[in-house]
């Protein structure tokens, strides 16, 4: 990314500015359309003819305002036609025939539908902002033995950076000299530290822990793993953003075959009989084939189903999101936070004969008490009350070591610290996905600590019922292989792809997404590209960064994956109930095309059938709304 598309994103985000509804002109003139409609027809029904006509065409211009301007743009700039187009001709065609508040009535109806459904949509860039905030504006640099702070984006492949204790890398790089250990969880999601030393390969907006290090850089401070990152959204998010929803896919042919049709009734018809009676079924034609309850039916049940997912805690941010989320058939999930608690907690302790695993535990636990590192907030978190230990030391990369009244106690790294008899269990706990840290008492190993983000509870029976709705998963994650299959074993998961970045997990969700529908689900900062990239992407909104809520179309306020199976059987609920009404819509056209074009029917009766249908297909729409919120016990049943 270069540093031009940096400043138009941090421009973006600056002007994208929260609209309250009161105040925002997408919906304030619908809603006035529809206040002048519904005063014309009081007016109307009580003799002022005059001041009700007033009022109808006022409601008729404020409702096609809101739409005719731009489906006459779109034809004439990039000859596209689309639903706007063939409600505007019908406006039009009503208005020629003398029925205005049948036009008017139409013009509220398809404005206040796009209403509804644009005020679903959330397009926020606040996530770029919180991606663009990990990168640290300056960075020091070495150069001639000494160090000089240079701003972040002039960084160049070759320099050689100084990094701190608590500062964050300003770009991708080479360890050279130093040891310490890493934070990576905005980068890669996993909460447990990496350890590095010389040689080691680091990303930009990582966290260095303990040690000075000095990295060379091995990418430019406007194009590092981290600028990929927003990248890779934006892409994502504009390639979604020209996906067209149902009902424009479906007007894609119509509209074109309604004006084809109207004109041969107009033409042909005036070659054999009266022009005036043929030109007026023409223009009849064009109402009957309106798409007026098809224009209202998607957009409000799908406002309906999104109102009332949010009240059991899943907020969908767009009708084309839900529409798209009852066809999932594939679901990507990320593991660290999302199928594990991010808490990594002690799991195991080993000892030689002669030692107690709880005299190893609080041992540890006196040291760590003196420590910032993340392993050693679980070990302390073990044995909240253990004694402090004296004279506490710690050495980057290497270890703590402290003097207790059994001895000095050191606890490190098996990198670093070794093993001994214990060997051969520490590569067990390792194996079995724990990160371990080695205990030595008087320089001799007595013990070791497995420290592991323990799986969800619920996260099996999730997974067992997913597959029973032949949804089919996939577990992405950053972490090393050993350990994401043994996690996803005890998740009951056989599809893994471990060891990936941002970019790989993005890449990996739209090869699943080309051959069946697929979500991503996951909650850091490194899953904003694979969620926007998704063709449903869905936030743990309790823990979740700001970045992947989002680049996320779905965002759950609370943790409990059992939401998951349950928000799926509702947007599979309310996707057969616009299919329903889909079809509803499509018959009353088939059915009033020929009674148009034979004169049957009349305007009036036209227009009246589509209001009934309009009323009908709102009805089956509100059911969307109905929802059963089921025990948390009970939320991974069958729908």
Known sequence: MSAVCCAAVEQTVAEDVHVPWWKDRAVLIPAASGVAFLAGLIGEWTGVGIVALVL???????????????????????????????????????????YVAEAAALAFLYSIAEALEDKAMDRAHAGLRALLKLVPETATVIEDGTTHTVPGRSLQIGQTLLVRPGERLPTDGTVRSGRSSLDTSTITGESIPVEVAPGDEVLAGSINNSGALEVEATAAGTDNSLTTIVDLVEQAQAEKGERARLADRIARP???????????????????GDPELWITRALIVLVAASPCALGIAVPVTVVSAIGSASRFGVVIKSGAAFERFGGIRHLAVDKTGTLTRNQPTVARVITIPRAAPEDVLSWAASLEQHSTHPLAAAIVAAVPDATPAAGVTETA????????????????????????????????LESDGMTVVVVHRDQAP????????????????????????????????????????????????????????PEDKAGAVAALSRTRPTAMIGDGINDAPALAAADVGIAMGATGSDAAIESADIAFTGNDLRLLPQALAHARQGRRIINQNIVLSLLIIIVLLPLAITGVLGLAAVVLVHELA??????????????????????????
């Open 56 to 98: 109808f065409w006022t409601g008729l211009l404020l409702g096609a305002s809101t739409f005719a301007p731009g489906a006459l743009r779109q034809l004439f700039t990039r000859r596209k036609v689309g639903i706007g187009l063939l409600m505007t001709i019908s406006a039009v065609g009503a208005v020629i025939l003398g």
């Open 254 to 272: 119509l509209v074109p075959g309604v004006i084809v049709l109207a004109v041969v009734v107009a033409l042909v018809g005036s070659l054999f």
């Open 397 to 428: 990369g290497h270890g703590i070591t402290g003097s207790l009244s059994t001895g000095t106690i050191t606890v490190g790294s098996p990198r670093w610290l070794r093993s001994g008899e214990l060997a051969d269990e520490v590569e067990a």
């Open 446 to 501: 007595v013990g070791a600590i497995g420290v592991r983000d323990e799986l969800r509870p619920e996260v099996p029976e999730v997974i067992s019922t997913l597959a029973e709705r032949a949804v089919g998963v996939t577990m992405l994650t950053g972490d090393n292989v050993r350990t994401a299959h043994t996690l996803a074993a005890q998740a009951g998961i056989s599809d893994v792809q471990a060891e990936l970045r």
């Open 614 to 639: 309009e009323v009908v297909v709102i009805l089956n729409g509100l059911r969307a709304a109905r929802t059963r919120t089921p025990r948390p016990a009970a939320l991974v049943g069958r729908p």
